[in-house]
């Protein structure tokens, strides 16, 4: 199978491409700047490339994986320009890739969402599922909406096929952001203040983290499964994975 992975550097992305060409798949590795390292087997190509010439660079796939994206930032004082920033990355981008994806191949899109699309929190004893209330309250969680609503529109208009899968926090060895903060501290010979911590609910309302390997084959699955009606897909590690979801996107205007 041909699979093009974008933001192929990221977090994520480096245990996807790895992932990917050590199942035999022939990977396509977007970056925005050219970047070596990659397993035998990758091909690296620049995002730029891509998008100017997609004739090139789409025959042949099967499948891409869009991973690309600018990530939630902490301690934002202008919410707007906030939202004009994940707007230009998250669905803009998005936007333009899912179309050379569907003008130019028979590929399926996969685009990585997040589970803040259903909000940060739940009612008590309640677990998110495809069929949870759309609640996006960051500027990222409701450009990941606007970005799902973005492929599926394309894809009604081009005939095409698309998934989509929303991961809540995914850890492992470095780990960016919280949880990499998380990482470090348990490391440091200091004593740490868990003892004190009270749960907050019974560990049913907990959400699942998923480990490295039970995500990535979990991405590989919507790209490779044949095409049906849509369905939702839920990882091994729990019920925080959903694919192909409907519902009306947040629009902000910049």
């Known amino acids: 199978m041909k699979v093009m992975v974008t933001g192929a ?12 060409a050590a199942q035999g798949d022939e990977v396509l590795a977007v970056t ?8 035998a087997g990758v091909r690296n190509l620049r995002l730029a490339d891509v998008q100017c010439q997609p004739e090139q ?10 991973l690309a994206g600018r990530a939630h930032q902490t301690r934002v004082r ?13 669905v803009e981008l998005t936007r333009h890739l899912a179309q050379l994806t569907f003008e130019h191949s028979e590929a399926r899109f996969v685009l990585v969402s997040s589970i803040g699309v259903h909000g940060v929190t739940t ?20 450009s990941k909406r606007a970005a799902e609503a973005v492929v599926e529109d394309l894809a009604l208009a081009y005939g095409g096929t698309f998934v989509v899968v929303r991961p809540p926090l ?4 470095g780990a960016p952001a ?13 004593p740490l203040p868990f003892g004190r911590a ?14 490295f390997s039970g995500l990535w084959p979990f991405t590989r699955r919507p790209a490779t499964a044949p095409t049906s009606s849509r369905k939702t897909r839920r990882s091994p590690h729990g019920p925080s994975l959903n694919c192909c979801a409907r519902g009306a996107a947040h629009q902000r205007a910049c």
């Not at 202008?78 to 998250?90: F, K």
């Not at 995914?170 to 060895?173: N, S």
């Not at 609910?201 to 480990?211: C, D, L, N, Q, T």
Request: proline share 9%; with cysteine; hydrophobic share 45%.
């Open 9 to 20: 550097n990221g977090f994520i992305g480096q245990q996807v491409v790895a992932f990917l």
């Open 170 to 173: 995914v850890f492992g060895t």
């Open 78 to 90: 202008d919410q707007a320009a906030e939202w004009c920033r994940m707007r230009a990355v998250n």
């Open 57 to 66: 660079h789409f025959a042949g796939v099967n499948a891409v994986v869009h």
């Open 32 to 39: 925005r700047e050219p970047q070596s390292g990659w397993p």
């Open 178 to 190: 919280n949880f990499g903060l998380l990482e470090k501290a348990a490391r440091l010979p200091l």
């Open 123 to 142: 009612a008590p004893g309640k677990l998110l599922s495809e069929r949870s209330a759309l609640r996006p309250s960051s500027a990222y969680a409701q």
């Open 198 to 211: 009270t749960a907050p609910g019974p560990a049913s309302e907990y959400v699942i983290w998923p480990r």
